[in-house]
């Protein structure tokens, strides 16, 4: 029987010639990714162990993302900690104020990672790294403690989904529509522990923003990662980045999979989820009832050039409903000063929102726009399970960055065709 590109993947890193959904085996590591959050914890793990060296300083990435700048004294505790960390073993690839991003928009900007490389991140998030060909996949901080000093870990290794794509992409619809969409057709649970891999003439409709959304969001489905096969969209954005050898990997065609999903791209509109679960879909022209109080533009998700121009493109020459506020997050500094050249951020202080320097803030609940009870927010984050953003009793909905403008000027759940 044939392999999956994931199966192929853990194979090469395993050393093995062929692996086999369930079997556990022990791979190679082509990086390690922690945050300000996670890092301590993995840290504290690696010295109890009595770790006195790390595999590899330039496979290692930290990046302080989700409470820096620091919100709070025990924010700026755990940034010491990394930062002491950091300098004792010369970790290259460390990034605080000034150098930081969100780190699954950073790495690939970075060219960190590469197609066809095994990637962990004591994060969930960390299967964003599969929109370029890679297997990435989050863990937990005690794994990747070991795997700074081992630079490798063990897996099972998934069966896979197959998600056929076809069609072509409507006017405001993007990635962000097409996994809330997926999502809704199967569930969080849906891919549990499985691979979701996406094929089909409708790749190459996608952006390599859209792919990285996508990618993104596949642990919302319960996936073990999710991953697009590398074309020219791929090597156009890689080229630019990556200068080490990579190796593009193929599905064989008689490989195994549990299901396939189609989604024809010419059916999926500008979708929302509503509280409190990424499967609860809509169409944004559903929304006209739900008054919101905040939009969040920005996060891992979608905070790329592409997703603010988009909501920027909306927001031009209008204003935000009266009481609603607007937070955007450009997801690096790179992407931060790209917006000013443009005049992004003109624009969205002009409708009336603030535009602040990349963190994760309020996608965790963390800072910089929690919500208090009763409140509502449409944002581009991830996630949206109760007290998400911040009180038990606030609600998220999650939306593409042009749903997200359009619900800000209308004061409610909006499609961008409604503005």
């Not at 076809?166 to 999502?183: A, E």
């Not at 008054?291 to 790329?304: E, P, R, Y």
């Amino acid at each position: 029987m044939g392999m999956t590109m994931t199966q192929k993947i853990l194979a090469k890193h395993a050393g093995l010639p062929s692996v086999r959904a369930g079997q556990l085996i022990q791979a190679k590591l082509d990086l390690v990714l922690g945050n300000d959050i996670t890092t301590p914890v993995a840290v504290n793990e690696f010295e109890a162990a009595g770790f006195d060296r790390v595999f590899d300083k330039s496979k290692i990435a930290l990046v302080m993302d989700h409470f820096a700048p620091n919100k709070d004294i025990k924010a700026a505790a755990q940034c010491k900690q990394c930062r002491a960390f950091a300098r004792r073993f010369d970790i290259d690839n460390y990034f605080d104020v000034g150098e930081m991003g969100i780190e699954h928009a950073l790495l690939p900007e970075k060219g960190l990672v590469a197609p066809g490389e095994a990637v962990i991140g004591a994060d969930s998030h960390t299967c964003t790294y599969g929109a370029l060909g890679a297997f990435s996949t989050g863990v937990g901080s005690t794994d990747m403690g070991a795997a700074m000093a081992a630079g490798q870990t063990w897996f099972k290794v998934p069966s896979a989904i197959k998600v056929n794509l076809t069609g072509k992409l409507r006017p405001f619809v993007s990635g962000k529509d097409v996994i809330l969409t997926l999502i809704g057709m199967i569930g969080v649970d849906g891919a549990r522990y499985q691979s979701l891999e996406f094929a089909g003439p409708g790749v190459g409709e996608l952006s390599i923003y859209d792919r990285l959304t996508i990618s993104n969001m596949a642990i919302e489905a319960g996936a073990k990662n999710g991953i697009f096969p590398v074309d020219d969209v791929t090597r156009a954005y890689v080229s630019e980045r990556v200068s080490r050898p990579w190796t593009a990997y193929e599905a064989d065609p008689d490989a195994e999979y549990e299901r396939v999903v189609e989604i024809d791209l010419s059916r999926v509109d500008c979708t929302v989820a509503y509280p409190h679960l990424p499967e609860n879909a809509h169409s944004a022209r559903e929304g006209k009832d739900i008054k919101i109080d905040q939009i969040v533009i920005g996060s891992c998700t979608n905070g790329q050039l592409p997703d603010l121009e988009a909501a920027a493109a909306i927001l031009k020459g209008k204003h935000l409903a009266k009481d609603v506020r607007g937070i955007v997050i450009p997801a690096t500094m790179n992407i931060y000063r790209e917006c000013m050249k443009r005049g992004l951020t003109d624009i969205f202080l002009d409708a009336g929102c603030i535009v602040s320097t990349p963190t994760c803030g309020p996608c965790l609940g963390g800072y910089m726009g929690i919500l208090a009870a009763g409140e509502r927010c449409v944002s581009t984050t991830n996630r949206n399970f109760v007290g998400r953003m911040g009180h038990v009793d606030s609600e998220v909905y999650l939306a593409s960055p042009a749903v997200a403008a359009a619900s800000g000027i209308a004061g409610h759940i909006a499609h961008p065709e409604e503005v």
